[in-house]
């Protein structure tokens, strides 16, 4: 079953540093009615935005959760929860009392940690302090991190143990991991919590991970099966719009203007995968959309 459009979002990535305020107010005047947030600004500031701290600043958390209430936008997924070698989750206790001041629904970790088994052990204590204020963790897999595909990913869920800490769906990380559609279908749509969605190509471009991962593409304009991996979501869950266009923006093309060219992008996506048939699928990397100018490349 297809998610809807409905449930879109955007990601704190795809702004490159719009402080908070501005950030509700772009993501409502484009129809979405939530966002991603991260409690200090980008350090990929292509358009020079000021800084700002949602963790030091207790007035702009008074002016974020006001706006959100005027513009009917929630926080769907708090970022910045990081393992690494030596570090304790429950030093971010803090960070996450900010969170659950602002609202928000659930926090996304991920582990740069090498060792798997107390990475296991920090996402549960992660998981718990969570749960304690209210809110659910998801887990993210990238080929870049610890957690490098699907199923370590799984195996981190069946550690923790707990229904409130499942799985963070990443299109691009999930293609460039070398899972498909049908992998993704294969899970248990209660393990998975949250979806972000962006484009590019199947392979990577670079020698760095993280220069694709700051430089995606419009949804529908590479080549990752997205209207195969939307097919096979659970339909109640937020699709966040994690596109960062660094080439874009360096280029000078405002962020509401990316913004709006992804969630139109998207919008068309979950329509068209609400109109095909079902049981018909693409072949890997086949184009994702029908648009005449896609499949002509």
Same mark, same amino acid.
């Given at each position: 079953?297809?998610?809807?459009?409905?449930? !879109?979002?955007?990601?704190?990535?795809?702004?490159?540093?719009?402080?908070?305020?501005?950030?509700?107010?772009?993501?409502?005047?484009?129809?979405?009615?939530?966002?991603?947030?991260?409690?200090?600004?980008?350090?990929? +500031?292509?358009?020079?935005?000021?800084?700002?701290?949602?963790?030091?600043?207790?007035?702009?958390?008074?002016?974020?959760?006001?706006?959100?209430?005027?513009?009917?936008?929630?926080?769907?997924?708090?970022?910045?929860?990081?393992?690494?070698?030596? *570090?304790?989750?429950?030093?971010?206790?803090?960070?996450?009392?900010?969170?659950?001041?602002?609202?928000?629904?659930?926090?996304?970790?991920?582990?740069?940690?090498?060792?798997?088994?107390?990475?296991?052990?920090?996402?549960?204590?992660?998981?718990?302090?969570? *749960?304690?204020?209210?809110?659910?963790?998801?887990?993210?897999?990238?080929? *870049?991190?610890?957690?490098?595909?699907?199923?370590?990913?799984?195996?981190?869920?069946?550690?923790?143990?707990?229904?409130?800490?499942?799985?963070?769906?990443?299109?691009?990380?999930?293609?460039?991991?070398?899972?498909?559609?049908?992998?993704?279908?294969?899970?248990?749509?209660?393990?998975?919590?949250?979806?972000?969605?962006?484009? +590019?190509?199947? =392979? =990577?471009?670079?020698?760095?991970?993280?220069?694709? *991962?700051? +430089?995606?593409?419009?949804?529908?304009?590479?080549? !990752?099966?997205?209207?195969?991996?939307?097919?096979?979501?659970?339909?109640?869950?937020?699709?966040?719009?994690?596109?960062?266009?660094?080439?874009?923006?360096?280029?000078?093309?405002?962020?509401?203007?990316?913004?709006?060219?992804?969630?139109?992008?998207?919008?068309?996506?979950?329509?068209?995968?609400?109109?095909?048939?079902?049981?018909?699928?693409?072949? !890997?990397?086949?184009?994702?959309?029908?648009?005449?100018?896609?499949?002509?490349?």
């Amino acid at each position: 079953m297809s998610t809807t459009a409905g449930q !879109l979002g955007i990601e704190h990535q795809t702004v490159f540093g719009l402080p908070p305020v501005e950030f509700v107010h772009l993501a409502a005047d484009l129809g979405c009615r939530y966002i991603a947030a991260v409690l200090s600004g980008n350090p990929v +500031n292509p358009h020079g935005y000021p800084p700002f701290s949602l963790r030091d600043d207790a007035a702009l958390r008074r002016r974020t959760i006001a706006a959100m209430r005027e513009r009917e936008v929630s926080i769907s997924l708090g970022e910045g929860f990081v393992v690494r070698p030596g *570090s304790d989750m429950r030093g971010y206790a803090a960070d996450l009392d900010v969170m659950a001041e602002l609202g928000v629904a659930m926090v996304n970790t991920v582990t740069m940690d090498p060792d798997l088994d107390r990475s296991h052990d920090e996402f549960g204590t992660l998981a718990e302090m969570a *749960s304690e204020r209210g809110m659910q963790t998801t887990v993210e897999f990238a080929p *870049s991190l610890t957690i490098k595909d699907l199923d370590l990913a799984l195996a981190a869920v069946r550690h923790v143990a707990r229904p409130d800490f499942r799985l963070l769906i990443d299109t691009m990380h999930l293609a460039r991991s070398g899972h498909t559609p049908a992998d993704l279908a294969a899970v248990d749509p209660a393990l998975i919590a949250y979806a972000q969605l962006s484009d +590019n190509t199947l =392979q =990577q471009r670079g020698t760095v991970y993280r220069e694709d *991962s700051i +430089n995606r593409m419009v949804p529908g304009e590479g080549e !990752l099966p997205l209207r195969d991996i939307l097919a096979v979501l659970p339909p109640d869950i937020v699709i966040g719009l994690e596109v960062p266009m660094l080439s874009a923006a360096q280029a000078g093309e405002p962020t509401e203007e990316r913004a709006r060219r992804c969630v139109q992008a998207a919008r068309d996506l979950l329509t068209a995968e609400a109109l095909r048939p079902p049981g018909t699928l693409r072949p !890997l990397g086949a184009p994702s959309t029908a648009h005449p100018s896609t499949i002509e490349r």
